[in-house]
């Protein structure tokens, strides 16, 4: 479906949906597709990309085509109740909405108890989820322009933000790419909490990252806690969205602060974000800083935040639009029973090793850490949504710039994957070769409807049909 095949409805919200963002939410004006590939409306690609971003499917696009012009205040109270039921969340639980999950950043460091303190931001491997969270984590701008419309230098401070804001980015690899044990992760948050003594440490926590990494795992956690008390906040990168409802409860149980985001595993399109905030933070936040009032509208915080309403009064349509298309597949997706979402995604993880692994020659790199096999089994069924695979050993030890290569031309053959990640590296130095498979929450809606035989000889024939591209180009 090209856009020229829309009705005015359809054209309209799928315009609205590339407004209200940075710069990488604008469309090519020639092939109508972002810089990810992904375009508004639904397209006739072979599509196993909820890593990186998604199109949106026909339900949801049809969804947000037929909504009803509403005040923007009342449009986000309702995706906010919509929300708490669809991950059953307390009502006192803050919801802040963002134009994506690097705008998350900002969230929390507003919600952080004392303005007047320093605060120590501890971020987890920055390469694993997002570059520009290295500059929205220290509290300055990350693009050239604001969800605002408003021009701003990548890098520079935000007003009331960033001249209280350090940071120490944790990597949560070794210099060969394989992941740390948890335990290493919490002795090095441990030192960065240490060597700032006089700061609060707002602590991250990666639940899902972009190769399914999670870190540190919650007994270590704990035990920061008993180690530091009071001197540490909780914030969960939870932004690729691969997150059950109880994960999310245990978290907040602990006065973290999540951030999800619609446009990964949730299958909305690019870019929209949330964060979910305890009660208790919520309670006792301080005003918001002055420069918020160039990234934030006043709406997308809860009613009575000290300082939003200093925020800008009007409304972000295309944000608005982009956040429906998320909650209404998080909500098709959680009326599922939960066996037989386990059924798809076993299918799948089954059908990427037959394909990938024992055919192709590829590796999946493991979401954990060398011998911690363990670990990755008690991880939650959502994280086996993605698999991250190792191309460097088929003939010619592709690299990880052969691997860019590749993606950039399986899109031109119908076929988007997730981009590739540094995280295998090769005898000489160089990052070997990757490609993300990863479902999406549409489209285990869609593979539920299948019987088992058909589910698996659908997914056959989709890893077919890639693996022989692969090959094609690799040749």
């Known amino acids: 479906m090209g856009f020229e095949d829309l009705s005015p409805a359809e054209r309209r919200a799928a315009e609205r949906m590339t407004t209200g963002g940075d710069a990488r939410i604008t469309l090519d004006p020639v092939r109508h597709i972002n810089r990810y590939f992904a375009a508004p409306w639904p397209q ?19 969804h947000v085509a037929a909504l009803p012009e509403l005040d923007y205040a009342d449009a986000l109270a309702g995706l906010r109740a919509r929300i708490r039921a669809a991950y059953r969340l307390p009502e006192d639980v803050a919801i802040v909405f963002a134009p994506s999950g690097t705008d998350l950043e900002y969230v929390a460091l507003a919600a952080i108890a004392d303005r007047r303190a320093h605060v120590h ?20 701008y990350f693009a050239a322009e604001t969800a605002l419309g408003i021009t701003v230098a990548p890098g520079a401070p935000v007003a009331g933000l960033a001249e209280r804001v350090s940071l120490t980015d944790v990597p949560v690899r070794d210099a060969l790419g394989h992941a740390f044990a948890s335990e290493v992760i919490r002795d090095a948050i441990a030192t960065a909490i240490e060597q700032t003594p006089d700061a609060h440490a707002l602590v991250h926590i990666v639940h899902g990252s972009k ?11 704990d035990h920061l806690r008993a180690c530091h008390g009071e001197r540490m906040t909780l914030v969960v ?8 409802s109880p994960a999310i409860a245990d978290y907040l149980a602990r006065d973290a602060i999540v951030f999800v985001t619609g446009s990964k595993f949730m299958g909305g399109p690019p870019f929209s974000g949330f964060a979910l905030i305890p009660a208790a933070l919520a309670a006792r936040a301080p005003a918001l800083p002055s420069g918020f009032a160039t990234i934030f509208r006043r709406a997308e915080w809860p009613a009575g935040w000290p300082g939003a309403e200093r ?5 972000n349509p295309g944000l608005r639009l982009r956040l429906e298309a998320s909650v209404f597949e998080l909500e098709r997706f959680q009326r599922l029973d939960l066996d037989r979402v ?45 698999s991250t695979i190792d191309l460097s050993r088929r003939p010619g030890q592709p690299d990880f710039d052969a691997a860019v290569r590749l993606h950039r031309a399986l899109v031109d053959r119908g076929i988007r994957l997730g981009q590739p990640v540094k995280c295998v590296r090769l005898a000489d130095g160089r990052w070997g070769a990757t490609l993300r498979l990863g479902l999406s929450m549409p ?6 409807a299948l019987d088992t035989d058909a ?11 890639i693996a022989e591209a692969i090959v094609a180009l690799s040749g």
Do not use: K, W
């Open 311 to 315: 925020l800008p009064g009007d409304a």
């Open 211 to 221: 190769t399914g990494l999670i870190l540190p795992l919650a007994d270590d956690l």
């Open 44 to 62: 006739p690609v072979l599509a196993y990309a909820s890593s990186t971003a998604n199109d949106i499917s026909a339900a949801a696009f049809a």
């Open 342 to 386: 386990t059924r798809v995604i076993l299918a799948f993880h089954a059908a990427v090793r037959e394909t990938m692994v024992e055919r192709l020659g590829g590796r999946r790199v493991a979401p954990y850490p060398p011998g911690h096999r363990a670990e990755g089994d008690a991880h939650p069924i959502e994280m086996r949504t993605l």
């Open 455 to 465: 589910l698996e000889s659908r997914l056959a024939a989709d890893m077919d049909r």
């Open 237 to 244: 990168d939870a932004c690729q969205a691969r997150i059950t």
């Open 121 to 140: 931001n501890i971020l987890l491997g920055a390469d694993e989820v997002g570059s520009g969270c290295v500059h929205s984590a220290h509290g300055r």
């Open 443 to 448: 489209q285990v809606v869609t593979f539920d």
